[in-house]
């Protein structure tokens, strides 16, 4: 998948736009080879280890996401009869009560949590016991536990949700009905919409994702659901398996004490706040009581919270724009979740490529390495290492040899050649112009979408991820444009190495010494 273009024998670059709140909506130089690609990288998620999610951006620049100011809800209002079914369920089970301090409502991203009292900051807000919980633990437990053992644990989840989902007799009706159809993440978007995020990264991750959904779902159709329709005696379609993945998505709960894949009915409801820096006091599992074997999900509040208002929290600091977009359906503003990958390749075709893949692997990197880019932030520390590395050749090649095996990568920090120097800004400036180029619109048509306003939620977050990844990749040009115009000031390796033996003196002249005369005595 993508664009590729040689430049000077073996340079290569390669664009390759691979495969991003947790909102609830309702119904919600020569024979050297340098290859560049433009991927995606994420965070590791627990369900989908297959892939590497990348990491777009969306910049702080002259375009602004609007947030909406802090509201208040009104409790009086009544929620959806689903909701109201499902919060006196749960009072019925003794998991909340009417004093609970939150209480489910409507509010603008859909349903959420919104405090019946003054909540304090840590103060806990909810506490769901484990069989409450949907978690691997559940579906092995289940009717489908043997039979799923062996599958990816978000697999055998996610067929565990379907199948209650069909079951009109399910123990789980009621969380199940008040579940999103879907919601404003990239892999529910149509045809039409996704052609919004034409030439973005963020583009192919979520084309990936759904193909590997689909894969996943040919394999569980052929080796589970075909061969046991006892068990699963009602229709089940990709669309569904895509839905149970995106619930899973957005949804659940990971980075716990033995659980890193876990719905927790309520607590999925807590919203969302860019304004949270802290991922600290939200969340964790602990033990009931001192004498009691019995597991509690507890949710705290980050910070203190006014009757009325949303209680709200950080879902991860790490996330990129692209990965929000992919797991929940929104972007934010904040510069720090801003970046555009790039994708280095030691190329096999390159005669030193056992030399440069030791050098790589010697110092943490490999064959591909990713480098994360992030809008008004420097360039990672070792990709411009990378890059020399990657671009070595002709008279340059000595370096790679083994006498310098110590020692190359510190004078990889510095500039190798001028031929080295000029090839690495040459390849990332015509990348990004060819990345530039792969977008339906321009910054400027981007910027008077955003000033009209009024744009749909999807639309806003295309556009928000286009002017981001166009937004950083200006900036990594203008980075190696101005590398190029230094090009004759800088000082090269054959340089250092003079003025090391004190054969070139500060100002660059070279020293010759003369030899001082012998007198002969006869």
Same mark, same amino acid.
């Given at each position: 998948?993508?664009?590729?273009?040689?430049?000077?024998?073996?340079? $290569?670059?390669?664009?390759?736009?691979?495969?991003?709140?947790?909102?609830?909506?309702?119904?919600?130089?020569?024979?050297?080879?340098?290859?560049?690609?433009?991927?995606?990288?994420?965070?590791?998620?627990?369900?989908?280890?297959?892939?590497?999610?990348?990491?777009?951006?969306?910049?702080?620049?002259?375009?602004?996401?609007?947030?909406?100011?802090?509201?208040?809800?009104?409790?009086?209002?009544?929620?959806?009869? $689903?909701?109201?079914?499902?919060?006196?369920?749960?009072?019925?089970?003794?998991? /909340?009560?009417?004093?609970?301090?939150?209480?489910?409502?409507?509010?603008?991203?859909?349903? &959420? @949590? /919104?405090?019946?009292?003054?909540?304090?900051?840590?103060?806990?807000?909810?506490?769901?016991?484990?069989?409450?919980?949907?978690?691997? #633990?559940?579906?092995?437990?289940?009717?489908?536990?043997?039979?799923?053992?062996?599958?990816?644990?978000?697999?055998?989840?996610?067929?565990?949700?379907?199948?209650e989902k069909k079951k009109e007799?399910?123990?789980?009706?009621?969380?199940? !009905?008040?579940?999103?159809?879907?919601?404003?993440?990239?892999?529910?978007?149509?045809?039409?919409?996704?052609?919004?995020?034409?030439?973005?990264?963020?583009?192919?991750?979520?084309?990936?994702?759904?193909?590997?959904?689909?894969?996943?779902?040919?394999?569980?159709?052929?080796?589970?659901?075909?061969?046991?329709?006892?068990?699963?005696?009602?229709?089940?379609? =990709?669309?569904? %398996?895509?839905?149970?993945?995106?619930?899973?998505?957005?949804?659940?709960?990971?980075?716990?004490?033995?659980?890193?894949?876990?719905?927790?009915?309520?607590?999925?409801?807590?919203?969302?706040?860019?304004?949270?820096?802290?991922? !600290?006091?939200?969340?964790?599992?602990?033990?009931? &009581?001192?004498?009691?074997?019995? @597991? +509690?999900?507890?949710?705290?509040?980050?910070?203190? /919270?006014?009757?009325?208002?949303?209680v709200l929290i950080q879902y #991860?600091?790490?996330?990129?724009?692209?990965?929000?977009?992919?797991?929940?359906? %929104?972007?934010?503003?904040?510069?720090?979740?801003?970046?555009?990958?790039?994708?280095?390749?030691?190329?096999?075709?390159?005669?030193? %490529?056992? !030399?440069? +893949? #030791?050098?790589?692997?010697?110092?943490?990197?490999?064959?591909?390495?990713?480098? !994360?880019?992030?809008?008004?932030?420097?360039?990672?520390?070792?990709?411009?290492?990378?890059?020399?590395?990657?671009?070595?050749?002709?008279? #340059?090649? %000595?370096? +790679?040899?083994?006498?310098?095996?110590?020692?190359?990568?510190?004078?990889?920090?510095?500039?190798?050649?001028?031929?080295? $120097?000029?090839?690495?800004?040459?390849?990332?400036?015509?990348?990004?112009?060819?990345?530039? =180029?792969?977008?339906?619109?321009?910054?400027?048509?981007? &910027?008077?979408?955003?000033?009209?306003?009024?744009?749909?939620?999807?639309?806003?977050?295309?556009?928000?991820?286009?002017?981001?990844?166009?937004?950083?990749?200006?900036?990594?040009? &203008?980075?190696?444009?101005?590398?190029?115009?230094?090009?004759?000031?800088?000082?090269?390796?054959? $340089?250092?190495?003079?003025?090391?033996?004190?054969?070139?003196?500060?100002?660059?002249?070279?020293?010759?010494?003369?030899?001082?005369?012998?007198?002969?005595?006869?």
């Open positions: 998948m993508g664009i590729g273009f040689e430049i000077n024998k073996g340079l $290569e670059i390669i664009h390759t736009y691979p495969y991003t709140t947790r909102h609830n909506q309702q119904a919600n130089h020569s024979n050297n080879g340098l290859t560049l690609h433009s991927l995606p990288s994420s965070s590791p998620s627990p369900f989908l280890s297959s892939s590497k999610t990348l990491k777009t951006l969306s910049k702080k620049s002259t375009f602004h996401l609007k947030t909406r100011p802090l509201c208040v809800i009104s409790l009086n209002s009544s929620p959806p009869q $689903e909701v109201q079914t499902f919060w006196q369920w749960l009072c019925d089970q003794g998991v /909340v009560s009417a004093k609970s301090p939150i209480r489910p409502a409507t509010v603008p991203e859909g349903l &959420g @949590l /919104v405090a019946q009292r003054d909540i304090g900051r840590n103060e806990v807000v909810l506490e769901i016991p484990k069989k409450f919980w949907i978690n691997p #633990d559940t579906v092995a437990a289940s009717d489908i536990g043997n039979l799923c053992s062996g599958l990816k644990p978000w697999i055998s989840v996610a067929l565990f949700l379907i199948r007799d399910s123990p789980w009706r009621v969380y199940l !009905d008040i579940l999103p159809e879907s919601t404003d993440s990239t892999v529910f978007w149509s045809e039409e919409e996704l052609v919004e995020l034409q030439g973005t990264q963020l583009l192919s991750t979520t084309l990936g994702v759904k193909e590997y959904v689909q894969n996943e779902f040919r394999k569980v159709e052929e080796e589970i659901l075909l061969p046991h329709k006892q068990l699963f005696p009602y229709p089940i379609t =990709s669309d569904d %398996f895509l839905w149970a993945f995106g619930i899973l998505r957005s949804r659940a709960f990971s980075r716990l004490r033995g659980q890193n894949l876990v719905l927790v009915p309520l607590a999925d409801l807590i919203n969302h706040s860019a304004s949270i820096t802290t991922e !600290d006091f939200a969340y964790e599992i602990k033990g009931a &009581g001192l004498f009691s074997r019995d @597991l +509690l999900f507890s949710l705290r509040a980050p910070v203190s /919270v006014k009757a009325g208002e949303q #991860d600091l790490n996330k990129s724009n692209a990965e929000l977009a992919l797991d929940y359906g %929104f972007i934010e503003s904040n510069s720090d979740r801003n970046a555009y990958t790039l994708t280095l390749e030691i190329s096999e075709s390159d005669p030193f %490529f056992g !030399d440069k +893949l #030791d050098i790589a692997e010697s110092n943490g990197l490999g064959e591909t390495a990713y480098f !994360d880019i992030v809008l008004g932030q420097p360039l990672p520390p070792t990709m411009v290492q990378y890059l020399r590395l990657v671009a070595l050749g002709g008279t #340059d090649a %000595f370096i +790679l040899e083994s006498i310098f095996r110590n020692t190359v990568w510190g004078h990889l920090d510095l500039p190798v050649s001028r031929d080295n $120097e000029e090839l690495i800004c040459r390849v990332v400036r015509d990348a990004c112009k060819s990345a530039l =180029s792969g977008y339906r619109t321009t910054i400027e048509e981007d &910027g008077k979408l955003v000033e009209g306003g009024n744009l749909d939620p999807r639309l806003r977050i295309a556009v928000g991820i286009r002017v981001g990844e166009k937004r950083v990749l200006q900036q990594i040009d &203008g980075i190696f444009k101005e590398r190029e115009l230094e090009l004759d000031e800088l000082e090269y390796y054959q $340089e250092r190495r003079l003025k090391d033996l004190g054969l070139v003196g500060e100002q660059g002249d070279i020293i010759f010494w003369e030899p001082k005369a012998i007198a002969i005595s006869s």
